[in-house]
């Protein structure tokens, strides 16, 4: 298994600004994600977290909006730019377990951001 | 391109009662098909996966699900529900050899009445 800590856990936001939310995992892993879940809305796949190398972005997503950084295997960074009241969502931090094992997938407990 | 159903977005129960949420999917091959639930305030947890093998699966929590080819569903189950079983659950489903991207149906929220 694989425990997620997700920082912040709630933040309000002002219009045009951006934040940081970051991911730690006690284990080093394989591949990490991050989803979006939307007020009321299911999990949609933002990125895959790459180490070393550019996140795999999803369509409908993109770097300049959603810059991800991945410097080694139990930490990653999910930015979001320049906020709009749309991006009011819960952003999740997913990762597999330590051994890889195929689609088992471990969640953070969110960051729910209010963006005003 | 897969995709998932839920076609209950909200399923109110009585303590001791059965319990059957739906899923149905779309997937050109065998999928890889999961159960998560949420709890209020808090991330998502496996419930139960299949990969292959057996279609009756079993989970924690005394949940179970099936998975039927012919109907393209993956119900999950509980025979007796407990109130600390409201929360909203999620069917998902992956590809095999990307099965770690999942695709989510949009939840079913259960709520449990004593």
Known sequence: ?116 | AQSVTQPDIHITVSEGASLELRCNYSYGATPYLFWYVQSPGQGLQLLLKYFSGDTLVQGIKGFEAEFKRSQSSFNLRKPSVHWSDAAEYFCAVGAAGTASKLTFGTGTRLQVTL
Do not use: H
């Open chain 1, 1 to 116: 298994s694989a425990v997620i800590s997700q920082k912040p856990s709630r933040d309000i936001c002002q219009r045009g600004t951006s934040l940081t939310i970051q991911c730690q995992v006690d284990s080093q892993v394989t591949m990490m994600f991050w989803y979006r879940q939307q007020p009321g809305q299911s999990l949609t796949l933002i990125a895959t977290a790459n180490q070393g190398s550019e996140a795999t972005y999803e369509s409908g997503f993109v770097i300049d909006k959603f810059p991800i950084s991945r410097p080694n295997l139990t930490f990653s960074t999910l930015t979001v730019s320049n906020m709009s009241p749309e991006d009011s969502s819960i952003y999740l931090c997913s990762c597999t377990g330590a051994g890889g094992k195929t689609g088992e997938l471990f969640f953070g407990e969110g960051s729910r951001l209010t963006v005003l």
